[in-house]
Each structure stands twice: as C-alpha cells, then as structure tokens.
C-alpha cells in the first residue's frame, strides 16, 4: 500500500503520511489496515471533519488555554 498523499489534507495539524501511519502536530496515529487508514484520513484530515478528530480537539483546547 502506498501512502496517502494523493489526498487533499484539510486539517491544519497534518505534517506527513508515511504506509499505515499519519503523522501531525499532535502525534502519530498507526492503522492496522490500508482500509482503515483511507477511512480515518478520509473522515478526518481530508475533510472538515477534523474538527471532530479528538487529537485536532486537544491541539485546539491547548492552543485557545488562556494562562
């Protein structure tokens, strides 16, 4: 299976895709399948959806913390 770079990354987080695994400012997230992989980065970094992705969420909630 190749990467997922053929996609249109939507979310602000992303950095790089490498086989079964999408890297972004808040982690890496490893998939036990190329299907699995496409259905994730398809509902989350290739879409708005990202909004919804618990790791964007953290990200968001961090960088809006007032000290």
Avoid: H
Avoid at 39 to 67: H, P, R, V, W
Wanted: glycine fraction near 6%; charged fraction near 25%; include cysteine.
């Amino acid at each position: 299976m190749s990467n997922y770079s053929n996609k249109t990354w939507i979310c602000p987080y992303y950095k790089y895709d490498r086989k079964l695994s999408v890297t972004c400012e808040g982690g890496k997230v490893l998939f036990p399948s190329s299907e699995a992989g496409r259905q994730f980065t398809d509902k989350y970094c290739a879409s708005f959806g990202y909004k919804n992705c618990c790791i964007a969420q953290m990200i968001d909630a961090f960088l809006t913390k007032e000290d």
